[in-house]
């Protein structure tokens, strides 16, 4: 998926390709484009996201060498590169829906998008997109239930953003009926990989939670997301019935 702030594009080419060239100590636009073209679909891919961002940072494999090559801003040209990847890299595919869902070099049509991310619905990124989808109404109805599931498939994959949307879900009441103590347990996963939130609220509740709970935390951060019913279940017999419908100790 791309970086909607800031992104850092790096153009893989095979070595071979390198060797000897006389743009490898000179390069030049044309000549990486036929480089990367000649690389296949992840360097096609990539050069699309550089027409996309406006830069292309080029790494030569071995060598310690980064050269940055402007690029003209055109998502005409860069949906050109990304569809030479269907078929060959799931990032063309996953990039293609974003395009079309932010109107990238096309018009913004999100039935177009859901259907390109469909196309790669084992992935993570892709069923969070889904999820994303109908939680939204983009190009479908909305259907927080269908959302959930979506969402769930990305967290069992450990995609983090899947499992914030869980949370949230647990939080709001999208397609799950509101439980405070299902929210902190799935919010514990994305603290486990990194991923904690700055919530106050929610930084004072799980460190109470540590205190009181150590052992099973433990079992609730083990890496494993789709284990969170279970941790949950065990969770839920230590805490008095006011605790759990709390949310709060």
Known sequence: M??????????????????????????SLDGWLAAADEAGPAAQVNVGNSYHSGRMILTEP????????PVPKDDVEAM???????????????????????????PRDDAEALRWWKQEDWHPVAQLEIGDAYHNGWGVTRDDIEAVRWWRKSADQGGWRGILAIA?????DWGVQKDNAQEYLWLSLTKQIGCWGEDPQHVKQWQEWER???????????GEPNRAS????VLTRAMTPDEIEQGHL
């Open 2 to 27: 791309l970086d909607r702030n800031t992104l850092l594009v790096i153009v893989p080419v095979a070595a071979a390709l390198l060797s000897g060239s006389a743009f490898a100590d000179s390069p």
């Open 62 to 69: 071995g060598r310690a060498i980064e050269t940055e090559i």
């Open 80 to 106: 050109k590169w990304w569809r030479k990847g269907i078929g060959k890299h799931v990032s063309a595919e996953l990039t293609l829906g974003d395009a079309y869902h932010n109107g990238w070099g096309v």
């Open 168 to 172: 949230n879900a647990y939080r709001n």
């Open 212 to 222: 009181k709970y150590p052992s099973m935390i433990r079992n609730a951060l083990d």
């Open 230 to 233: 279970a941790a949950l279940q």
